[in-house]
């Protein structure tokens, strides 16, 4: 089973590389860019003989304690297979 955690800033965080990638890609002429935010992502196979409902609890606690820091970032969780 592979799933992937999502985690990006919180809305009310402010987001300097995500700034200066805007900037950047509208200085090469895109101008139809308004913003950018950039994020993470964590791809994790996971042994298939767990159930899904196991699986979906340990990495709502493990995104929470280790892949993202919860007082800035917000993270989703996505079970592939």
Do not use: C, W
Request: a negative charge.
């Amino acid at each position: 089973m592979k799933a992937r955690v999502h985690v990006s800033l919180k809305p009310s965080v402010l987001d300097p590389q995500g700034q200066t990638i805007s900037k950047a890609l509208r200085s090469l002429g895109h101008a139809e860019i308004l913003s950018v935010r950039q994020g993470k992502y964590f791809d994790i196979e996971l042994d298939s003989a767990v159930s899904k409902e196991t699986v979906a609890k340990n990495l709502e606690s493990i995104s929470a304690e280790v892949l993202s820091n919860p007082v800035i970032e917000d993270f989703q969780i996505e079970i592939l297979d």
